[in-house]
């Protein structure tokens, strides 16, 4: 397992501490807040190829595009599945600029090898805003469907390659645990739903998940109780992977 540390939000968390894990620091880099320059990119892929195993702890949202990172050196033909809230198929307002709103896009005009995107619990508004130049390699199951049991038959139907999974823990309800961003409703029960038909259908070459909540995004909430929260959530997603045999 590895942890990428940017905000020391995991030292505030044990849920990884029994499990063997290297820990990529990067808390020194500069401009890695939500979009990444590109020094700092290049310093983030030069620390990750130096860090063991399959699952990858991203920290909060801010960061998920460091799942690019982790992606783009993939030589072997994959479909991509992402549990998230919102698209992150956003076209860059800074020219090339890397982002976590834009990392998908990015990973689809780049990698040939990535053959489809299936992006699970995207809030309706944005799901339906995604521009039709995505409609042939992006399929998209909005939040609204998330109460329907059909989606997870459906989505899995499509899968035709080896799996890579990204979680962003903005997907899931408040109910279940906090994150930076807006939420949205799925539960951590249909996310084990989920994980049981991948495996029947494909494997899974790797596991990146991000969503902490952490003080540097504003407001009051009290961190430690959000921390506790968080990292039982953690536990509980990883617990998720080990019971299916999914491992590192």
């Known amino acids: ?27 020194d880099l500069s401009g890695v807040h939500g979009f990444c320059d590109g020094a700092s990119l290049t310093e983030i892929e030069r620390r990750a190829k130096k860090a063991g195993g399959s699952f990858r702890f991203l920290d909060c949202g801010n960061f998920h595009y460091v799942s690019y990172v982790l992606q783009k050196s993939c030589k072997e033909p994959y479909d991509l599945v992402v549990f998230d ?6 076209t860059s307002s800074f020219g090339s600029l890397l982002s976590c709103g834009n990392w998908i896009r990015q990973l689809l005009a780049e ?21 039709e130049e995505f409609k042939d ?25 080896p799996v890579y999974l990204s979680i962003d823990k903005d997907v899931f309800s408040s109910s279940e645990l906090t994150t ?9 029960a249909q996310l084990n739903q989920a ?18 909540y952490n003080s540097i ?25 080990l019971e299916k045999r999914i491992y590192a």
Request: charged fraction near 25%.
């Open 1 to 27: 397992m590895t942890i990428f540390n940017f905000t020391d939000v995991y030292k505030r968390q044990d849920f990884y501490k029994k499990i063997p894990y290297d820990w990529v620091d990067c808390t």
């Open 85 to 90: 809230h919102h698209a992150d198929l956003m």
């Open 111 to 131: 990698n040939a090898f990535l053959k489809q995107v299936i992006l699970i619990g995207v809030c309706d508004e944005l799901a339906y805003a995604v521009k």
């Open 137 to 161: 390699r992006v399929k998209i199951y909005p939040e609204s469907r998330m109460s329907q049991m059909e989606w997870v038959w459906d989505f899995a139907a499509l899968l035709k390659e």
């Open 180 to 188: 930076d961003w807006d939420q949205g409703s799925m539960t951590l």
């Open 195 to 212: 994980l049981q038909m991948i495996c029947r259908k494909e494997p899974i070459l790797a596991v990146d998940i991000c969503g902490e």
């Open 217 to 241: 995004s504003g407001g009051n909430r009290p961190i430690e109780e959000l921390d506790k929260r968080n990292s039982l959530a953690n536990e509980a997603i990883l617990e998720m992977f």
